[in-house]
């Protein structure tokens, strides 16, 4: 389901068919130095982020969205909300492929 779109990105839920590409980005240390975990996940462990992702986006009407850039209609990153756990607040988070970065 498409959430937003401007002229180069579309933020769209995500689907059991993003794994691997979400893997290409949540796989990789340098991506997920600065989340909370600390470490990269595994494909399993992405897996389970794109269902609680989606099953986030029943309960609440949000996640961290899928971000498609249009140009290339490519998967290249996350970027949205997460409702913590803990504290019952919402913290906004985007994660993106290193070839993407510094593109404004």
Known sequence: MEILRTDRLILRTWTSHDI??????????????YVNLGHAL????VQ???NAGITHQEKFGFQHWA??????????????????????????????????????
């Not at 209609?73 to 996350?78: E, K, P, Y």
């Not at 913290?91 to 510094?102: G, M, P, R, T």
Request: hydrophobic share 35%.
């Open 20 to 33: 691997e590409k979400g893997f290409s980005i949540w796989g990789d240390p340098d991506v997920m130095k």
């Open 42 to 45: 595994t494909r399993d462990q």
């Open 48 to 50: 389970k982020s794109i």
């Open 67 to 104: 971000v498609i850039e249009i140009s290339s209609n490519s998967l290249i990153g996350a970027c949205g909300f997460n409702k913590t756990d803990t504290d019952q607040t919402i913290e906004l988070v985007f994660h993106f492929s290193k070839a993407y970065w510094n593109k404004g």
